[in-house]
């Protein structure tokens, strides 16, 4: 079975600095990937997904990117962070039909 | 626009009881529907996955149901423990030409069992 390794598992930033979260995964290869936030009072909302290197789509306008350097890896990334880019990211990935989620990374921008 | 909705917002029940949480989605055109748990500070963990073309699924003291029909499914906790306190999220896959499974969540249940 697949592992989803996330980090950090903590972040605080400064608004106005640059940001990058890293997923990677186990047991799979070839996998999709999908990066979600988590917001306070908000429902879980899938921000990127890539189906292969090098190939990202992305679900809603925002202040974030993502790449896909390798099959196995998945990085967000911020050049200047806002406030209210402050959540929980949750990286996941699907075997089959079943979704599977990493640890996350809470982040806090002040 | 597609949406999931759970109720209730949040539920505390005694050790022992059976409980039911409530999901209900707008489109009947799904995929299949999960259903996660959440404790805080952490990440989803799958409990049950249903396809479109089921009705049930069991793991456990849980089971789900899927009525696409009428858009609902239900996830049925049986002789509830103080270790089954958490947040429980449901998703729904929706069918589509597209080759990724994008998630759309409900708020979650926030579910105390105390004992």
């Known amino acids: 079975s697949q592992t989803i390794h996330q980090w950090p598992a903590t972040l605080v930033q400064p608004v106005g600095s640059p940001l990058s979260l890293e997923c990677t995964v186990e047991?799979?290869?070839?996998?999709?990937l999908y990066w979600y936030r988590q917001a306070a009072g908000r429902g879980l909302q899938l921000l990127f997904y890539s189906v292969g290197i090098g190939q990202i789509s992305s679900e809603v306008p925002q202040n974030l990117s993502a790449s896909r350097p390798q099959d196995r890896q998945f990085i967000l990334s911020s050049k200047k962070l806002l406030l209210s880019d402050s959540g929980f990211y949750l990286c996941a990935t699907d075997t089959g039909n079943e979704q599977y989620f990493g640890p996350g990374t809470r982040l806090t921008v002040t | 626009k597609q949406e999931v909705t759970q109720i209730p917002a949040a539920l505390s029940v005694p050790e022992g009881e059976n409980l039911v949480l409530n999901c209900s989605f707008t489109?009947?055109?799904?995929?299949?529907l999960q259903w996660f748990r959440q404790d805080p500070g952490k990440g989803l963990t799958s409990l049950l996955l249903?396809?479109?073309?089921?009705r049930e699924q069991t793991s456990g003291r849980l089971n789900a149901s899927l009525d696409k029909s009428s858009g609902r499914s239900t996830l049925y906790i049986a002789a509830s423990q103080p270790g089954d306190s958490a947040t429980y999220l449901c998703a729904v896959r929706y069918a589509g030409g597209t080759s990724y499974g994008k998630l759309t969540f409900g708020q979650g249940t926030i579910l105390t069992v105390h004992p």
């Open positions: 489109d009947s055109a799904i995929y299949n």
């Open positions: 249903i396809q479109s073309s089921q």
């Open positions: 047991g799979t290869s070839n996998p999709n």
